[in-house]
T-cell receptor
Framework: GNSVTQMEGPVTLSEEAFLTINCTYT??????LFWYVQYPGEGLQLLLK?????DKGSNKGFEATYRKETTSFHLEKGSVQVSDSAVYFC???????????FGTGTSLTVIP | GAGVSQSPRYKVAKRGQDVALRCDPI?????LFWYQQALGQGPEFLTY????????KSGLPSDRFFAERPEGSVSTLKIQRTQQEDSAVYLC????????????FGPGTRLTVL
């Protein structure tokens, strides 16, 4: 079946530190992969996505590369800011697009 | 409005009551998803509509849960005879197309069953 496993939090970093949030997946076929972000008091927002192997999604300084060989889609950012404090969810869509599977979320707190 | 809206934002129900949760997707969006999100967890898929057709309802936890989208726009998630374990945030999301499309989420309805 399809599933997503992501790094457990919470994660606390100092401003300008390097961020990695690990995400691995199990899927039938070739799913699309996503990172969603939920800022405090707000709804889920799409951060970035990749639809095929070796694609790199990027947005707001965040990047993630679809690695089929390691079934991973790790989220990275070179220099985090306080405003990046949020909960980050890794997700995949089934090949048909009928179902989405989310990880449990990783809470990030960036301190000045 | 420009985004997905859900109502009510908060609902308190006594155990055994029926509830109806509404979702207004972004106009023109073909796909609509319902999710259940327990505290501290990621969203769990419940059901999927493509226009008015419910193509997947494999995530509905029991036959007390029912969803419809009769005209291919607004959707309602109904929970009959609510139980305490139904307490969660119910999220609706829509996307413009099918398969691999990015979803736009509503703010959710927080359901508390006493």
């Amino acid at each position: 079946g399809n599933s997503v496993t992501q790094m457990e939090g919470p994660v606390t970093l100092s401003e300008e530190a390097f961020l990695t949030i690990n995400c691995t997946y199990t899927a039938t076929g070739y799913p699309s992969l996503f990172w969603y972000v939920q800022y405090p008091g707000e709804g889920l927002q799409l951060l970035l996505k990749a639809t095929k192997a070796d694609d790199k999604g990027s947005n707001k300084g965040f990047e993630a590369t679809y690695r089929k060989e390691t079934t991973s889609f790790h989220l990275e950012k070179g220099s985090v800011q306080v405003s990046d404090s949020a909960v980050y969810f890794c997700a995949l869509s089934s090949v048909t697009g009928n179902q989405f599977y989310f990880g449990t979320g990783t809470s990030l707190t960036v301190i000045p | 409005g420009a985004g997905v809206s859900q109502s009510p934002r908060y609902k308190v129900a006594k155990r055994g009551q029926d509830v109806a949760l509404r979702c207004d997707p972004i106009s023109g969006h073909v796909s609509l998803f319902w999710y259940q999100q327990a505290l501290g967890q990621g969203p769990e898929f419940l059901t999927y509509f493509q226009n008015e057709a419910q193509l997947d309802k494999s995530g509905l936890p029991s036959d007390r849960f029912f969803a419809e989208r009769p005209e291919g726009s607004v959707s309602t998630l109904k929970i009959q005879r609510t139980q305490q374990e139904d307490s969660a945030v119910y999220l609706c999301a829509s996307s413009l197309e099918v398969a691999s499309s990015s979803q736009y989420f509503g703010p959710g309805t927080r359901l508390t069953v006493l």
